[in-house]
C-alpha cells in the first residue's frame, strides 16, 4: 500500500519535474560546477559508505534473526543490539546524502533514467520503516515478544540493504557517472 502510494506520488511528480526540469536546467546552468561538485563528492562518500556497510550486513541479519528465535537470551540480545548500531549511524547520513542531493539532482537531468530514481525512493522508504520497527524496541529492555519483532526487522533490513547497496553498485552510481561525464563533456 505504502509502496503503491509512493508510485503515485512519484508518477505525478515526474510530469511535475519535466516541466521544472527546463526550468531547473536554465536557472542551474551558472551553478552546474557547483552541483556536479557536489554530487561526484557525495558519489565518493556514498561509495565509501556502502563498503563500511556491507562490512556488517551480514552480522546484523544473522543476529537478528537468531535473535527473533531466541529472544530471552541476553547474550544475543546484546549481539542484535551492536549489530543495528554499527549500522544506523552511517545509514541516516547515507541515505539523507542520496535525499538530499544525489536524487534532486538526477530528477532534474532529462538523460536520467526515472525508474532508478523511483526505485531508490521505494527502497528508501523501506529502510526507514523497517528501522523505525528496530527502534520500537529496546533489544536489551524490550519484552521478548517485542525483541521478536525487532530482530526480524534488523534481518529485512540488513536485506533490504543489501539489495540497495548492490542496485546502486549496479546501476544507480554508473548512471550517474555517465551523466556526469555527459554533463562535463557538454560543458567543455
Given at each position: 500500500?505504502?509502496?503503491?502510494?509512493?508510485?503515485?506520488?512519484?508518477?505525478?511528480?515526474?510530469?511535475?519535474?519535466?516541466?521544472?526540469?527546463?526550468?531547473?536546467?536554465?536557472?542551474?546552468?551558472?551553478?552546474?560546477?557547483?552541483?556536479?561538485?557536489?554530487?561526484?563528492?557525495?558519489?565518493?562518500?556514498?561509495?565509501?559508505?556502502?563498503?563500511?556497510?556491507?562490512?556488517?550486513?551480514?552480522?546484523?541479519?544473522?543476529?537478528?534473526?537468531?535473535?527473533?528465535?531466541?529472544?530471552?537470551?541476553t547474550i544475543l540480545r546484546a549481539?542484535?543490539?551492536?549489530?543495528?548500531?554499527?549500522?544506523k549511524p552511517v545509514i541516516v547520513?547515507?541515505?539523507?546524502?542520496?535525499?538530499?542531493?544525489?536524487?534532486?539532482?538526477?530528477?532534474?537531468?532529462?538523460?536520467?533514467?526515472?525508474?532508478?530514481?523511483?526505485?531508490?525512493?521505494?527502497?528508501?522508504?523501506?529502510?526507514?520503516?523497517?528501522?523505525?520497527?528496530?527502534?520500537?524496541?529496546?533489544?536489551?529492555?524490550?519484552?521478548?515478544?517485542?525483541?521478536?519483532?525487532?530482530?526480524?526487522?534488523?534481518?529485512?533490513?540488513?536485506?533490504?540493504?543489501?539489495?540497495?547497496?548492490?542496485?546502486?553498485?549496479?546501476?544507480?552510481?554508473?548512471?550517474?557517472?555517465?551523466?556526469?561525464?555527459?554533463?562535463?563533456?557538454?560543458?567543455?
Open positions: 500500500m505504502i509502496i503503491a502510494t509512493l508510485r503515485v506520488i512519484m508518477l505525478t511528480q515526474r510530469s511535475v519535474f519535466t516541466h521544472q526540469r527546463s526550468i531547473l536546467t536554465e536557472r542551474s546552468f551558472l551553478n552546474d560546477g557547483t552541483a556536479q561538485s557536489r554530487v561526484e563528492d557525495a558519489l565518493a562518500r556514498l561509495n565509501s559508505e556502502d563498503s563500511e556497510l556491507s562490512k556488517h550486513l551480514l552480522d546484523a541479519a544473522v543476529a537478528g534473526a537468531v535473535v527473533a528465535r531466541q529472544p530471552s537470551d549481539e542484535a543490539a551492536e549489530a543495528w548500531n554499527s549500522i547520513n547515507h541515505l539523507a546524502r542520496q535525499e538530499e542531493i544525489i536524487l534532486p539532482w538526477a530528477k532534474m537531468r532529462s538523460d536520467f533514467p526515472f525508474d532508478l530514481i523511483l526505485r531508490a525512493h521505494e527502497q528508501h522508504l523501506r529502510l526507514r520503516h523497517l528501522a523505525e520497527t528496530v527502534d520500537a524496541a529496546s533489544f536489551i529492555a524490550a519484552t521478548d515478544e517485542e525483541v521478536v519483532k525487532a530482530g526480524t526487522a534488523l534481518t529485512a533490513f540488513a536485506v533490504c540493504l543489501d539489495d540497495l547497496i548492490d542496485g546502486e553498485a549496479r546501476d544507480l552510481f554508473p548512471m550517474i557517472q555517465r551523466s556526469l561525464l555527459l554533463a562535463n563533456t557538454k560543458g567543455s
